[in-house]
């Protein structure tokens, strides 16, 4: 965090209702909740997680640099008597108690985004072209559930001019009580797609728990919701039943932030749109037509927010993927390079159509193929086999070479594929890395995905292990 003053002790005792205890010091500069990655000056939060509890790390953390800790009442006396404490019946609603603190000395216009794909690309977007209009603060990583939402408002500066939150969910119910915490103006929805139906049982159901963000809106906040789905109607009157004004993106001629035109490239994207009445031409340094489409959720928020539409537009030319969401690399082989595209950090079967769409735009350089390595797709329900089986017709309509499955479920692809299009299958990634190592050559194009729980990442860092890796440097585009 920064080294400015984020709270000062007394705000935050007031927020949380605390009891101090020993050299409190006047302000801190920021908020953890990992003892490893502590920054000099910061308060952090003992949180009871899954695995561990935070109390354990309390003196690791202090000796690091924490200016204070934030312990549960109960757990105080097994710390030392002169320990820099603020004392809270329970850590994580302490968290939240100072969030809520947060969002009332908040000035920024707040923008939150949910969807079942583009989420953090969306919101690490918004952050990238707000900050060309003022300062902005935004969720890191993916942060978006119950403790990642209340950290994520906690550690907004009163200063800050624009403020962009991710909400995710695995079940219903979960997304109402984080935007209600955020309070945002602006809603936006990516899209919809079947992913946690083995928790919701239908895509309807997917769309209603997503619609709970729009519960949470200011009065007369807006809705950003994609045009193109078949979701839409259903969301546009979830968010009319909450009292927001509807604003609608992507290539539907009735679309508020319209599509006009689009050329896709390996590295890039550029696009002309009507935004809100306003005609803007502008390049995308990501890769991929759902990026094109989710950028006019971007900027139809920045327009919202009274931000510089033209100035956002012309940042959008220096946006990166985020790690494992597209990122590219160069793999340097005997007799020449070949280019991985690390799209590792998690899959469902819209994002997994996605990145297959990225590999089939890839440049492969002579003899080069396109490779695919994908894990399993998880938290898909009874449908799960045919779910995976359907990618064949990606596969093919997108020119990929080689496919090579890892885990139970993608053998349902396997089992599909065309023999000349197997690449190699094996059960997990452990087993599947030494036939991906083996298989690749100079001026391939190899593309990795799969679930968090298929555990592709190793993969990807086999490949950068084995041969040097370099950032990928893309060609000059006027």
């Not at 994520?152 to 219903?172: D, I, K």
């Not at 009580?177 to 103006?185: A, F, G, K």
């Not at 885990?407 to 690449?423: D, F, K």
Request: hydrophobic residues 45%.
């Amino acid at each position: 965090m920064s080294s400015t003053q984020l709270w000062t002790v007394d705000a935050m005792a007031q927020a949380m209702r605390a009891t101090r205890s020993g050299p409190l010091p006047a302000s801190i500069t920021g908020i953890s909740i990992d003892s490893r990655s502590i920054g000099p000056g910061e308060a952090f939060f003992a949180i009871k997680g899954d695995a561990r509890d935070g109390h354990e790390f309390v003196a690791l953390a202090l000796a690091s640099g924490a200016g204070l800790a934030v312990v549960a009442a109960d757990k105080r006396a097994a710390l030392p008597t002169d320990a820099p404490l603020l004392a809270v019946p329970d850590v994580l609603e302490g968290l939240r108690d100072l969030a809520r603190a947060a969002r009332t000395r908040a000035h920024a216009k707040i923008i939150g985004v949910t969807g079942s794909v583009g989420k953090t690309g969306t919101k690490d977007a918004l952050r990238h072209v707000l900050a060309s209009s003022g300062e902005t603060h935004a969720s890191v990583a993916s942060y978006n559930n119950h403790w990642g939402v209340p950290l994520s408002l906690a550690r907004c500066p009163a200063s800050a001019q624009f403020a962009v939150f991710e909400m995710g969910m695995n079940h219903a119910g979960e997304i109402e009580p984080l935007s209600r915490l955020v309070q945002p103006h602006i809603a936006i929805i990516t899209t919809i797609a079947p992913v946690h139906l083995e928790q919701l049982g239908t895509i309807e159901a997917i769309a209603d728990a997503k619609a709970e963000i729009f519960r949470g809106l200011v009065p007369g906040g807006a809705a950003v919701i994609n045009r193109d789905i078949p979701q839409y109607g259903q969301l546009a009157r979830a968010a009319k039943q909450a009292g927001a004004r509807v604003v609608s993106f992507g290539e539907h001629a009735e679309a508020d932030a319209r599509l006009l035109a689009s050329s896709l490239h390996p590295d890039c994207s550029t696009a002309q749109a009507n935004v809100l009445g306003t005609d803007v031409t502008y390049k995308i340094g990501a890769a991929g037509h759902h990026v094109v489409v989710n950028s006019l959720a971007v900027l139809a928020a920045v327009s919202l927010a009274g931000a510089d539409l033209a100035r956002s537009a012309l940042a959008l030319a220096s946006l990166t993927p985020p790690a494992g969401r597209g990122t590219r690399n160069v793999l340097d082989l005997p007799g020449g390079r070949a280019l991985l595209i690390d799209e590792s950090y998690n899959a469902n079967p819209a994002s997994m159509r996605a990145a297959l769409a990225l590999l089939g735009q890839a440049e492969v350089v002579g003899r080069g193929r396109r490779i695919a390595v994908l894990g399993d797709m998880l938290e898909l329900g009874p449908r799960a086999a045919d779910l995976h089986r359907d990618l064949v017709e990606f596969v093919v309509d997108q020119d990929i070479d080689l496919v090579f499955c890892c885990g139970s479920l993608m053998h349902s692809l396997w089992e599909a594929l065309s023999s000349e299009r197997r690449g190699g299958y094996a059960k997990d990634t452990a087993a599947l890395e030494a036939q991906v190592l083996a298989a690749i050559r100079p001026g391939d194009a190899i593309m990795v995905k799969g679930s968090l729980g298929s555990r592709m990442g190793p993969i990807v860092k086999a490949l950068e292990r084995h041969y040097s890796r370099n950032a990928f440097a893309a060609p000059s585009r006027g």
